[in-house]
């Protein structure tokens, strides 16, 4: 063991050599598949294993930056352990290279057994790793000895060749140096020494990221596809949406959601690259006649436009996960009566590129009177890349996480007892039908108030059954009905309005809605998980 310094510069090492190493293996990884980069695989099953309350949680908090925050935690992880293993090295060689190492195994068989891997996936954490550990040899070897110890004999016996930066600092191993000076002098030099190699390693990592980037750049190929795409008309339109079904109410949240605004969930931490030309759809399981279907073959059916109100399970009371958009796509009955699904079939699993899969009941799909979509088509563009392109499910009634599959690839025709989509072993119910529900959007808690008339409105939902009422409660005050906004049917959100004629004072105003079946949202509280919260939204006002 050698006594080398206290481990201040070794540290840094340990980052820098951990990160030159990560960044080839990114550079690597664009050119294997820009999804095998490890850090994102690591990402990947770190997500996969989230529990549901820590989901919750982190979608509370963080929203869509939730990705953003999950790969800082772990860039501040992987840089602690990475100055470990730099420490490590330097107080109990091999014991950093064999961390790294361990790492890097860890990382290559997490990145191969990803849903959508190749064995090949393996490669860039092991060259990235292997390298990481030959440089932070290097650099370990390199650490200058603080001032003190310089001077001090290594002890004899000490494992392993002289570190090389000890001969570079013309020093041999185990002798004694001179006079005070000529120490201090060495220290200096093998200081210089030692931050030159880091400083050319830290370089090449930077280059490396930089040259990863630019490789990956490539895959905007599919944007520019994207963007080329000239989608088919509808020979099923929409219903135009009636000028009354935006109260223009400022603050209150639009009918139909632009793109760039609608909200966004999946597990995906890079967004998946689907090219159309090598795109297909495969419908498999309990079904006379599987068959694929090629994305020309796909533009060439008759599509269907249709306006379905998507709305995410961990949506929390008055929370904002669900959007509304008018959706393009070909009606999945004709795909699933096309391969025609056995008797004994109840459930579809639909599966996406990067393995995420939902279980949706067969009747849902099969029925004629529900619009289940296979949609390339999103408010008159193709889907964007964040919300599935080229193709995903779109199903009105059932939550996202049991129905909305993007960047899906195949239907496989099965049953609940034999399958199940990616949320259901995670703690969420098998089924997730869209549960009734109101939201007050305007205004906005903590607004300043003055008495007099004050427009409360907002949106309610039940989807594939519709909204038949929405009432508002101040205080203890009796359910006052609210003015409802047109709608295209059932499958949408509706607005709704309601003109209080505020007092002076602290108030607590509440919202509730009626579906068209006659049932009333109830005020019972239930967390997201398994299958939806419920309980009336409802904040406090001071008007004054
Ligand atoms: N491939 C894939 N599809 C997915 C998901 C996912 O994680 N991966 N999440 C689902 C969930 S939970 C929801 S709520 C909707 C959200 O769709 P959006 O992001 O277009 O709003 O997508 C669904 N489709
Ligand atoms: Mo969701």
């Known amino acids: 063991m050698s006594i080398r310094g206290n481990g201040w510069w070794a540290a840094p090492a340990g980052v820098v050599a951990a990160g030159a190493g990560l960044a080839l293996a990114e550079l690597v990884a664009a050119w294997v598949d820009p999804a095998s980069s490890p850090v994102l695989g690591l990402g990947g099953v770190v997500v996969d294993s989230v529990p549901p309350w820590l989901k919750d949680f982190a979608v509370e908090w963080f929203g869509t930056a939730d990705k953003l925050v999950l790969l800082s935690t772990m860039g501040v992880v992987l840089a602690v352990g990475a100055a470990l293993s730099g420490w490590l090295e330097l107080r109990r060689p091999p014991t950093g290279r064999v961390l790294l190492g361990a790492v890097g195994v860890v990382m290559a068989f ?3 057994t990803r849903p959508e891997a190749t064995p090949l996936w393996a490669v860039p954490a092991v060259v990235g790793v292997g390298a990481a550990v030959v440089l932070l040899r290097l650099l370990v070897a390199r650490v200058p000895a603080p001032a003190t110890a310089a001077a001090a004999p290594v002890a004899a016996g000490g494992t392993g060749p002289a570190p090389a930066g000890e001969a570079d600092a013309g020093t041999p191993a185990g002798t004694p140096t001179g006079t005070p000076t000529d120490t201090a002098a060495e220290t200096g030099a093998s200081r210089r020494t030692f931050l030159v190699w880091a400083g050319a390693t830290a370089v090449g990592g930077v280059l490396a990221l930089a040259a990863s980037r630019t490789l990956a750049a490539g895959s905007r190929a599919v944007e520019v596809v994207r963007e080329a795409i000239r989608l088919p008309g509808a020979a099923t339109p929409a219903p135009a949406v009636p000028s009354g079904a935006d109260l223009g109410v400022e603050g209150l949240t639009p009918y139909v959601t ?13 967004v998946p690259k689907v090219d159309p030309a090598t795109w297909s759809l495969r419908v498999t399981g309990l079904v006379d006649e599987p068959f694929e279907i090629s994305w020309d073959e796909l533009l060439d059916l008759p599509m269907t436009e249709h306006h379905v109100t998507l ?20 009606p999945v009955r004709e795909l699933l009566a096309r391969a025609g699904p056995q008797a004994d079939a109840d459930m579809v699993l639909s599966s996406s590129v990067d393995g995420w899969t939902a279980g949706t009941p067969l009747e849902a799909l099969t029925d004629p009177d529900r619009e289940a979509l296979l949609a390339i088509g999103m408010n008159g563009e193709p889907l964007p890349e964040e919300h ?3 193709a995903r499910l779109v199903v009105p009634g059932l939550y996202g996480y049991v129905s909305a599959t993007k960047w899906v690839t195949e239907l496989k025709v099965t049953r609940f007892a034999d399958d199940e989509g990616y949320w259901t072993p995670r703690g969420w119910s098998a089924r997730g039908p869209v549960k009734l ?4 959007d305007v205004p906005r808690p903590g607004t300043p108030l003055e008495p007099g008339p004050v427009t409360l409105a907002g949106v309610a939902w039940a989807q594939h059954t519709g909204i038949a009422g929405v009432e508002v409660r101040v205080d203890d005050g009796d359910w006052m009905p609210a003015e409802l906004a047109d709608t295209v049917g059932p499958d949408t959100w509706r607005q709704w309005r309601y003109v209080w004629d505020a007092t002076a004072g602290d108030h607590t105003v509440l919202v509730r809605a009626t579906d068209t079946d006659g049932q009333v ?3 019972e509280e239930a967390p ?3 299958d939806g919260a419920t ?6 006002l001071f008007v004054g």
């Open 528 to 530: 997201p998980a398994p």
């Open 258 to 270: 632009p793109n760039p605004d609608f909200y966004r969930i999946d597990t995906a931490l890079r």
């Open 437 to 440: 529900h109101s939201r007050i």
């Open 388 to 390: 599935g392109f080229p």
């Open 521 to 523: 949202q109830t005020e």
């Open 535 to 540: 309980g009336h939204h409802s904040f406090g």
């Open 311 to 330: 709305c995410c399970v961990s949506n929390q009371v008055g929370g904002d996960l669900i959007d509304n958009a008018l959706w393009l796509g070909y």
């Open 110 to 112: 997490v990145a191969a």
